[in-house]
C-alpha cells in the first residue's frame, strides 16, 4: 500500500469531526470531484471488501425495498412465517413469483455492477458481500460473490434439502399450468409480483421431484435467519479488509448492518455509496449521497489512471 493511500485511509478514520459527506443538494451527475478521488484512493489500496445492496440493482429496473422506487410501492415482503403457514400462502407465492422471476431473470448488470466487477479484475477487492437476491454481480463477471441472502436462481427442497436450478421449476411450472398468465401490476425486489386474488385461485404448485417435499426459493425470507457459516464467513472477510465500501445498501437490516459495525470496531475504514441516508452513517468515514452508476465508473477511472 502506498504511503498517499495509507495517509487516506487514516485520515479516514480520524472520527466524525473528520467525516467527508457529499450530499444530495451537491450533486449533479456524480458526487463532487474532490470526495470521488478519496474514494478512489480508498479503493485504489486493494483489499476492499464491498456490501452491495438493493440500490446498486435499481439501474437494471429491479425496484428497492426503501429507497425512492420502495416509497412508491409501499410492498410487503413475503415472510418465512407466511410461506411456511399453508397452501394457500405458498400457491400465492408461487404464482407471483412466477412471473417475478421472469422480469428478474431478463435484468442485466447496469454500469454499477460492471465497475464493481473491473475493480475485482484488477485486484483491488478481497471480496463481494451482496445482500442481492438477482446474481447481477455474477452476469457482470465478478466471481468472489458471497450471497448473503442467497439467490433466487435456485430452488430448495424443505423435505430432503435438494438444490435445482430455478429454470427447471420454470418448466415444470409452465407444463402444470398451461396457458396460464396473469398482468402484473408491480414487481418487488425478491422476485414476488402484485397479482389479484382470483388470478392466484387457479395457480397449481408443484413439489420436489425427488421426494414430494415443499419447494422453497434459495433465499433467506424476512423472519428467516442468515445460515450462521455464512455470516462467519463474511465476518472472516471483513476482518481481513484494509476498507469496506457499502454501496446501495440504507442498512436497515441487521443482517448488512452488522458487517459495518464489525469493521468500526476493528477500525476499518467504512465508506457508503447510497442514494439517501443509511443507517450507518455514523460508523462511516466517507459518505456519498449520488446514483451508484456513474459514480462507480468515474471511481473506476481515477484508478485506472492511478495505475
Avoid at 448492518?257 to 464489525?262: A, D, I, L, N, W
Wanted: charge should be positive; include cysteine.
Amino acid at each position: 500500500m502506498t504511503q498517499a493511500v495509507d495517509d487516506v485511509r487514516g485520515s479516514l478514520l480520524g472520527g466524525s469531526a473528520g467525516q467527508a459527506t457529499a450530499s444530495a443538494g451537491q450533486l449533479s451527475a456524480t458526487a463532487p470531484a474532490g470526495q470521488l478521488s478519496v474514494l478512489a484512493q480508498l479503493v485504489s489500496g486493494g483489499r476492499v471488501v464491498i456490501l452491495s445492496g438493493a440500490g446498486l440493482s435499481t439501474e437494471s429496473g429491479i425496484p428497492d425495498y426503501r429507497g425512492a422506487t420502495g416509497q412508491a410501492r409501499r410492498a410487503e415482503p413475503m415472510t418465512y412465517q407466511t410461506f411456511v403457514s399453508g397452501a394457500a400462502a405458498r400457491r400465492r407465492y408461487w404464482a407471483r413469483s412466477q412471473l417475478g422471476w421472469r422480469h428478474i431473470s431478463g435484468a442485466v448488470p447496469n454500469l454499477g455492477h460492471h465497475a464493481v466487477a473491473d475493480l475485482e479484475h484488477r485486484g483491488l477487492l478481497a471480496g463481494i458481500i451482496t445482500q442481492n437476491v438477482d446474481g447481477l454481480h455474477q452476469a457482470a463477471g465478478a466471481w468472489r460473490v458471497i450471497e448473503l441472502h442467497g439467490g433466487l436462481d435456485r430452488v430448495v427442497c424443505l423435505g430432503c434439502g435438494e438444490r435445482t436450478r430455478r429454470e427447471r421449476l420454470d418448466q415444470r411450472l409452465r407444463a402444470a399450468n398451461p396457458g396460464w398468465d396473469a398482468r402484473v401490476a408491480q414487481v418487488n425486489p425478491d422476485g414476488d409480483v402484485v397479482l389479484a386474488d382470483d388470478e392466484v385461485a387457479c395457480f397449481r404448485v408443484v413439489d420436489c421431484a425427488r421426494c414430494g417435499g415443499l419447494l422453497k426459493p434459495d433465499v433467506v425470507f424476512f423472519g428467516e435467519n442468515v445460515p450462521r457459516p455464512r455470516v462467519d464467513q463474511c465476518h472472516a472477510l471483513v476482518e481481513q479488509a484494509d476498507a469496506l465500501v457499502v454501496l446501495g445498501s440504507s442498512l436497515t437490516v441487521m443482517s448488512g448492518y452488522r458487517f459495518v459495525r464489525h469493521a468500526a470496531r476493528l477500525a476499518i475504514p467504512v465508506a457508503i455509496v447510497n442514494v439517501g441516508p443509511t443507517r450507518g452513517d455514523a460508523q462511516a468515514s466517507l459518505i456519498l449521497d449520488a446514483p451508484l452508476g456513474q459514480t462507480l465508473t468515474a471511481v473506476v477511472s481515477r484508478c485506472r489512471r492511478a495505475s
